[in-house]
């Protein structure tokens, strides 16, 4: 339904892009950001800005979030100055956010109760995705809102998938996310392992990411690495939250997951540094310090 | 050079088909097995079965090794019924199974003290690749010794990479089974969180193998354990033994791999049981026997 007029609140390194998709789709597209600074981009495109979450919600019906954690998507919805304080028309709310699944479900529930719907709906595919519209969406929530927020969905992303009930979303995120991050890990160890033993990584790599050892981790990280690229293309502390998220679900469920917790360990040791802030990729950098005698 | 004679020993599941894609090549491959019966099938392809060790040296001067251990590597090279103590024209040997480096920069050097050349030249793609022709082969050893071996490694595999030195073929081997072994293990605990959490197996590995997350062990082991199917294309109990011979060359090395350290550890607790005789993918069942109260 093109011309429809949407909110989106975020405008991070994935929501603006995600934003900017949907102007090219058509949608009148009014956006919020805490920092102001960051909207100025997206007004050029076309985009309405508003001043106050309260005066973005009195424009749309529909709200579209992309924020950092559970707390941000809970001041946005239900905080003193948050949209259904607000006495809002909003009816239908899609939160891109990476959250903790039993937030999710909890927001879902509380919506519910007052007639706003809600989609969990996690992406991945990080920068180059969010721009491209090549992102991969993980929705959880009805089967109904779900086809309805397809519109949005087709320009946001490539692979998008219905998972389940409201919270589904977010737990296909966690599976996602313990996977990349011991990928990550295997890659690291391999890496080192050949570093130290005196192999050339670029013959090594070319042996070890064509045949049973390969991955998107090491196809994709590996050459940064051997190129000393340890720029972020997904944050090493975003990579740390991710998996407490995981984690702390695994946890409620009595569930033993002593790999993921391990690399959780040593994302947290990484994550004590200035590292924080490089690619989640760079975690090869915790283990050179071991290596050293500091 | 077709038609040259050659001697291969060593036909378990992997040996026997290389043997056989040498017949096909042209050579004239002389067999020898220590379970006789194994060289059956390929004397009805045209091998000639020796019926010793020293008999079939005697008839090749190039002899191919792909068995199970360092061990059963000396005994055969150097052991008191081997090749050298039998007097034989045996000039070069490439030894396709997975010894330690340290094993293999052993033979390599007395070797080369008597005149044989060696080249360590472990494979990997599994059963299949070696039926299909299709291995990967990392081979160390001397450039002019490599060259020659190409007319034998043309007709094993698709991608053969020169590693360097004698040892470095072993070397290469350790990194790619590090990263399988790990690659596993975050397949094997995502794929159990989604279970616990109550996901659809299907639709999440639809969603998680087509992104950042994805994997060779993703795309080919998880739809296996998905389906049960837990037999072996590679074994449970050669990961493990594949993994001490990577950690202990590690710890030789005063090299710390807190994660691969660990996922040895899971192995070795699944490998008490029958479950070692199941494919590596069957880590979950370790997982599964956590999971229940027993």
Redesign the interface.
């Known amino acids: 339904m093109r011309g429809q007029k949407i909110g989106f609140i975020g405008l991070g390194i994935m929501g603006a892009s995600m934003a900017s998709n949907l102007l090219k789709g058509g949608f009148e597209v009014h956006v919020y950001n805490r920092s102001p600074l960051k909207a100025n981009s997206l007004a050029e495109q076309g985009a309405k800005v508003a001043l106050s979450i309260a005066s973005l919600a009195d424009e749309v019906d529909r709200l579209l979030l992309c924020v950092t954690d559970d707390h941000a998507v809970e001041e946005i919805i239900f905080g003193p100055e948050g949209v259904i304080e607000s006495g809002c028309e909003i009816r239908s709310i899609i939160d891109f956010s990476t959250i903790s699944?039993s937030s999710a479900r909890e927001f879902g529930s509380r919506l519910e109760e007052i007639g706003v719907s809600y989609l969990d709906a996690p992406v991945?595919?990080?920068d180059v995705g969010a721009r491209e519209g090549t992102l991969?969406i993980?929705a959880g929530g009805s089967e109904i809102d779900f086809e309805q927020a397809k519109d949005v969905f087709t320009w946001l992303g490539r692979?998008i998938?219905h998972?389940?009930p409201v919270g589904?979303g977010q737990?296909?995120k966690?599976?996602?996310?313990?996977?990349?991050?011991?990928?990550v890990?295997?890659?690291?160890?391999?890496?080192?392992?050949?570093q130290?033993?005196?192999?050339?990584l670029v013959?090594?790599l070319?042996?070890?990411s064509?045949?049973?050892?390969?991955?998107?981790?090491?196809t994709?990280y590996a050459p940064r690495i051997v190129a000393h690229d340890m720029r972020p293309g997904?944050y090493a502390k975003d990579m740390l939250k991710d998996l407490r998220i995981?984690l702390a679900?695994?946890d409620a469920?009595d569930?033993?997951?002593?790999?993921?917790s391990?690399?959780k360990e040593?994302y947290t040791a990484m994550c004590r540094s200035e590292d924080a802030n490089l690619g989640n990729h760079a975690l090869i950098s915790l283990?050179r310090k071991?290596?050293r005698e500091e």
Chains 1, 2 share one sequence.
């Open positions: 699944p991945s595919g990080g991969t993980m692979k998938v998972t389940g589904s737990l296909t966690c599976v996602n996310q313990l996977v990349v991050a011991i990928n890990a295997a890659m690291t160890e391999g890496l080192l392992f050949a130290e033993s005196g192999l050339d013959k090594t070319d042996v070890v064509s045949g049973a050892a390969g991955s998107w981790a090491l994709n997904f995981a679900e695994a469920e569930l033993p997951a002593p790999v993921s391990l690399v040593l283990y071991m290596l």
